[in-house]
């Protein structure tokens, strides 16, 4: 265990601000601050996605909602900003989750003409992405999540946080969902 995975608890609570998979009601609400480049990050992101796939199926679709938010460490991961932004962008005409999938499948190739392809295989409007990503409209946005993170004791990527409290448990599908069944109980 890296020590930075302290008991903290999140302090920016979940909201619609949010890039969110389910509703916020939901007995386990889980934030995940996410690195598109970092292989861990891509790796717990998948295991979240299968979890919520699981739970869903034993405990109905509003059991889990799923938060992602930015933070990206671009001293270790040179694309991680520009990937984050793409996000973005792809999010302004309604791709993010499909963006987020495909950075994550691909995050060995995240410079600017593989994003610029990604975007165009998910049909986006290119001059609109383009036009955000050279003007980097989005980075205030990315910004937020990252002061959220550091307010919550965020030093590295991934860290979870489960019904606003740090997960400091393994990285893998047995221990991490129940933990989440243990925070809805």
């Known amino acids: 265990m890296s020590d930075d995975r302290s008991h903290r608890s999140l302090l920016v609570p979940p909201s619609t601000q949010d890039w969110i998979q389910g509703i916020l009601s939901a007995k386990v609400v ?34 889990l909602c799923f938060i992602f938010r930015h933070f990206p ?3 270790i991961y040179p694309h991680a900003q520009r990937a984050a932004q793409a996000a973005e962008a792809a999010a302004a005409q309604g791709q993010f ?11 060995q190739r995240l410079e600017n003409g593989y994003l610029i392809e ?34 919550s004791g965020v030093t590295t990527a991934p860290a979870l ?11 893998n599908t047995t221990e991490l969902m129940a933990a989440m069944i243990a925070a809805s109980q």
């Open 30 to 63: 889980l934030v995940m601050y996410g690195n598109y480049q970092c292989p861990i990050s891509a790796n717990v992101y998948k295991l979240i996605k299968a979890i919520k796939r699981e739970l869903s199926a034993a405990f109905g679709e509003d059991y």
């Open 73 to 75: 460490q671009t001293q």
């Open 97 to 107: 989750w499909l963006m987020s999938d495909t950075l994550f499948d691909h995050q």
């Open 118 to 151: 990604y975007a165009n295989d998910l049909g986006l409007d290119i001059p609109q992405f383009l036009k955000e990503l050279s003007k980097q409209v989005h980075v205030d946005r990315i910004n937020e999540d990252i002061e959220g993170g550091i307010q």
């Open 161 to 171: 946080f489960i019904n606003g409290s740090r997960y400091i448990g393994h990285w």
